[in-house]
């Protein structure tokens, strides 16, 4: 843990969300995350963990206090500028999102080409991603053809592609078998070690207990257990 | 937006309307519709507003000399009329002319009716006058009466005054026909976007989640609508060119046709309005039904 190095990257302060069902999803949630840091959020279902992630990316606004990611902060930040706060991150989902009717190579080129890069650019950063990932070889399948670990590192491939200074992943191994999951994990660790800040949502007990990482427990929307002062990275 | 990304986005429009082909083969289908509805009115209306010329201009006002003045006076008095105010042309008709096109109007066969006796034409003089603004037609008329030598106006009042409200009703209904159609046309288009947008949800939120502005978004959207609107404008064109071609070729059979408006006189305008109208459609269309999404920041529309 590097608590010292500088401002954390991000960082919650009194973060309450309430749904508009009424539904208190999270409540007085004080967090900070450093560069370079490695988190597993874990917690029952209904915690309060996807909430914590959507108010990471702005895709909900907190009821009160403050959200700050990458020098963005939630309170001031215009619509206009969510896409580039979404830039500095890669998003990696549960079900993959993969769009169908296009090849790998185009999916992970996808976020590439929203940032008007060059094909040269494009050809050179994909095939890179597409290696860190092991998929060179599977560039021109399409999704259909692919077995689950291999969509999710697709989807990994296409969150790393530009460069994120963090990867924020919502159960990235839900949908995967064990083996998978293990594999995927040990990506995300291999793109940490390069300096990617890193937050997972996950369920498996097992996972969190063999990486040996900073863990944050939520139940009923708080914060029940945070090892970040524990003084982990044996 | 960079011009490597317009390429790219506009690639990928047109590649979204091919996906969607039936979507788009309906939208087609529904703007063509829209706009030949558009065309009939506005080319009814012409052919209206030109027959109403016609008889606009067919001597509504006839004014005939009295009896017993010569030539060069009635000439001079035609002079006099035609200085007046809102008289747009005075025609002198000499009385034999006039007799001429009284049996042209009514046919070799009514020669007979006309043979008077021996060299004797009832027709006096006449001057034909062409007004500029109807709404003053009584007062120009009475002004006519008071020219001196002048002995009767014949002046097809209701006639004028019929032309006159015809034009201006046709006026009116064509501009509410074209209002409606344009907004029927819009409601059609945006709904059918829509239906596509559902298989396309998933899209979106994939490129919201990689960072794409709202306006790369839209950009293929309003591709698709822009091609489709075009698309249909062309398809309309060439179809009203037929179709008009054989209604004038069957009116021709039976009637007078030299009276209607040729193809190539409106065809320009008329392209211009169809792609002004098919153009806005599609993109306001497109633009409309992709609203609610943009407006969402992510997952909350996901495809599961
Ligand atoms: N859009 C929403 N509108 C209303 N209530 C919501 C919404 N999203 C989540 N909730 C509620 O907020 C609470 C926290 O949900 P959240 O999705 O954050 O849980 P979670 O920890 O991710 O659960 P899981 O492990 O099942 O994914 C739940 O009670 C959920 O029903
Ligand atoms: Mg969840």
């Known amino acids: ?234 | 937006m960079k011009l490597r990304s317009i390429k790219y986005l506009t690639v990928e429009g047109l590649k979204n309307m091919w996906v969607n082909r039936l979507m788009s083969i309906a939208s087609i289908a529904v703007l063509i519709a829209c706009m030949l509805l558009m065309g009939a009115a506005i080319i009814f209306s012409l052919n209206v507003d030109k027959a109403l010329g016609v008889l606009r201009d067919q001597s509504i006002v006839m004014v005939y000399m009295q009896d017993g003045r010569s030539e060069v006076e009635n000439k001079a008095t035609a002079n006099t009329i035609r200085d007046l105010d809102n008289v747009k042309e005075a025609t002198f008709v000499p009385q034999a002319e006039g007799l001429e096109s009284l049996l042209d109007t009514f046919g070799e066969d009514a020669e007979s009716l006309f043979t008077f006796v021996e060299g004797e034409n009832p027709l006096p003089d006449a001057v034909q006058v062409k007004l500029d603004d109807l709404n003053r037609f009584d007062a120009t008329v009475s002004a006519i009466q008071k020219v001196e030598g002048v002995d009767s106006v014949n002046s097809m009042r209701e006639t004028a005054m019929r032309v006159n409200s015809i034009s201006r009703l046709i006026n009116i209904a064509g501009f509410w026909i074209i209002g409606l159609l344009i907004i029927t046309a819009l409601v059609i288009i945006s709904n059918t976007i829509r239906i596509t947008m559902n298989s396309r949800k998933l899209e979106i939120s994939i490129m919201k989640a990689v960072g794409a502005t709202n306006n790369f978004i839209r950009f293929p959207f309003v591709v698709e609508g822009v091609v489709l609107g075009v698309a249909a404008a062309g398809i309309t064109m060439v179809i009203i060119y037929f179709v008009y071609k054989a209604v004038l070729g069957a009116i021709q059979e039976s009637m007078m046709t030299q009276g209607a408006v040729p193809f190539t006189s409106f065809m320009w305008p008329l392209l211009g309005i169809f792609l002004l109208l098919g153009v806005l459609a599609g993109a306001i269309g497109s633009l409309i039904s992709l609203g609610k999404y943009l407006r969402k920041e992510g997952s909350e529309f996901r495809a599961y």
Do not use: C
């Open chain 1, 1 to 234: 843990m590097q608590t010292a190095a500088g401002a954390p990257i991000i960082e919650f302060k009194g973060v309450s969300k309430t749904y508009t069902t009424g539904t208190h999803a999270l409540k007085d949630i004080n967090i900070k995350i450093y560069k370079g840091d490695f988190v597993f959020v874990v917690g029952a279902s209904g915690a309060g963990k996807s909430t914590f992630i959507k108010l990471m990316i702005h895709e909900e606004a907190p009821n009160t206090g403050e959200i700050i990611v990458n020098g963005f902060r939630m309170s001031e930040i215009r619509r206009s500028q969510v896409p580039l706060l979404r830039r500095t991150m890669g998003i990696v989902f549960q079900d993959f999102r993969l769009i169908p009717t296009m090849n790998v190579f185009d999916n992970v080129a996808f976020t590439l080409r929203v940032v008007g890069a060059s094909s040269r650019e494009i050809r050179k950063k994909v095939t890179a991603a597409l290696s860190v990932v092991g998929l060179g070889n599977k560039s021109r399948m399409f999704p259909a053809e692919l077995s689950g670990g291999e969509q999710q590192r697709v989807g990994l491939a296409r969150a790393i592609v530009n460069n994120p200074s963090m990867i924020i992943a919502d159960e990235p191994t839900g949908n995967v078998d064990p083996n998978m999951s293990y594999e995927i994990v040990e990506l995300l660790t291999e793109i940490n070690r390069r300096g990617t800040t890193v937050v997972m949502v996950t369920h498996e007990h097992q996972l969190v207990r063999d990486f040996n990482r900073r863990v944050i427990m939520l139940e009923n929307g708080t914060i029940v257990a945070d090892n970040a002062d524990g003084g982990l990275e044996s």
